[in-house]
Structures are given as structure tokens and as C-alpha cells.
């Protein structure tokens, strides 16, 4: 079955450090999507990526389909304590998403 | 703007008990999934309907039901509570199916206990 892996589980970092969350499917994606949980909060849509290569910006935050459509990186620039969180990836295997572990974002400030 | 709406927020339940969620999608969603979260867990896929029609299935137990109604509010019935059946339930709608549309607006959740 469809498996998504997530690294790293957890990430601690001093504010004004960057951060990466990796995701690795283990097959060809027809699209890729990252959600933001906040702690006790639910998953808030981020960004989808569709086409194979595909980078796209929101201000800080730099998404990454990779060429074979198996895997997505978010790199996040400076981070601010407002990113803590933890970071899904979604994999969407014809409308059935499967979420990665998720990588717990903690910012020290 | 309208979001997702489920109920009830919080529930608590003993053993083989039997616990039904409801989800109220937002206006024009046709699409409805349900997730389970586990403390410090993914969300974990359960079902999906779109249309009023099932559409696909995950990691739902036989004990679990779901179906989602004309007025596209979906209910997730939940049989022989068992105590790792504790967790939060999302519910996420969507526009439809297909990149761009299949983007997931969740829910709050409900927060199931079972003792």
C-alpha cells in the first residue's frame, strides 16, 4: 500500500535558523499537499504541488516537488516561534491522502 | 467564511459503547473525509465520500460505519467502542476530486474518550 515517510520527526532550532522537512513517497503522485497543525489545533492547507520539479514560495516558506513526483521537501527560511507546529505532507493517490508522520517544528526564542 | 463543523467537540464513552460523529462540510463542498489521530500520530484515513457516495476506503474499522446524506453532512458511527478507539476525529470537506479542487478544509475535530 501507499506509504509516505516524513524526516525528521522532530526538529528543534533557535529562531532565525532554517528549516527542512523531507517527504518520500513510495510511488509516482498525482499531487502533493502540506498542512500545519499547531499544537491542539487541526491541519490548515498550506500549499499543493502539482507538476514534476515544481517550486513554489509563500514569503518564508519554499516547497519542492521533486522531478519523479516521489518526493517533497519545505524549507523554511529564519524561522519566527509563530512556526512551531507540526508539518504533514499529504500525498494524494487519486483523492485518498495519506499523511506523512510529520515533522514537529519547535522554535526556541 | 463558513468552515468545517463537527460534533461534538468532546465525547467520552465507556467500552462497547457505540458513539456517532457528525460533520457539516462547508456550502458547496461535495466531498467529505474522515480522519482519525491518535496522540502524536498523523491523521490517519478512515473514508471519503463524494456525492453521497462512498469513495474511498482506508483504515476504517468493520465496527465503524459512515455515510454522508443529501444535504452532504456526513456521520461517522462508531460500534464496540474499544479503549484505542480514543482520539481525535477529524472531518475534512472538499471541493471535489482532482488537483486544485481536492484541497482539504478540516474541521476542529471531536476528541473521542473511551474508558
Known amino acids: 500500500g501507499q506509504q509516505v515517510m516524513q524526516i525528521p520527526q522532530y526538529q528543534h532550532v533557535q529562531e532565525g535558523e532554517d528549516f527542512t522537512t523531507y517527504c518520500n513517497s513510495s510511488?509516482?503522485?498525482?499531487?502533493i499537499q502540506w498542512y500545519k497543525q499547531r499544537p491542539g489545533g487541526h491541519p490548515v492547507f498550506l500549499i499543493q504541488?502539482?507538476?514534476?520539479?515544481e517550486v513554489k514560495k509563500q514569503k518564508r516558506l519554499t516547497f519542492q516537488f521533486g522531478e519523479a513526483k516521489k518526493n517533497s521537501s519545505l524549507h523554511i527560511t529564519a524561522t519566527q516561534t509563530t512556526d512551531v507546529g507540526t508539518y504533514f505532507c499529504?500525498?494524494?493517490?487519486?483523492?485518498?491522502?495519506?499523511f506523512g508522520s510529520g515533522t514537529k517544528l519547535n522554535v526556541k526564542p | 467564511a463558513a468552515g468545517v463543523i463537527q460534533s461534538p467537540r468532546h465525547l467520552i464513552k465507556e467500552k462497547r459503547e457505540t458513539a456517532t460523529l457528525k460533520c457539516y462540510p462547508i456550502p458547496r463542498h461535495d466531498t467529505v473525509y474522515w480522519y482519525q489521530q491518535g496522540p502524536g500520530q498523523d491523521p490517519q484515513f478512515l473514508i471519503s465520500?463524494?456525492?453521497?457516495?462512498?469513495?474511498d476506503k482506508g483504515s476504517i474499522p468493520d465496527r465503524f460505519s459512515a455515510q454522508q446524506f443529501s444535504d452532504y453532512h456526513s456521520e461517522l458511527n462508531m460500534s464496540s467502542l474499544e479503549l484505542g478507539d480514543s482520539a481525535l476525529y477529524f472531518c475534512?470537506?472538499?471541493?471535489?476530486?482532482?488537483?486544485?479542487?481536492?484541497?482539504?478544509?478540516f474541521g476542529a475535530g471531536s476528541r473521542l474518550t473511551v474508558l
Open positions: 499529504a500525498a494524494d493517490n487519486f483523492n485518498k491522502f495519506y
Open positions: 465520500f463524494y456525492e453521497k457516495m462512498q469513495s
Open positions: 504541488l502539482v507538476k514534476s520539479g
Open positions: 475534512a470537506s472538499s471541493l471535489g476530486l482532482g488537483a486544485g479542487a481536492n484541497v482539504l478544509t
Open positions: 510511488t509516482t503522485l498525482s499531487n
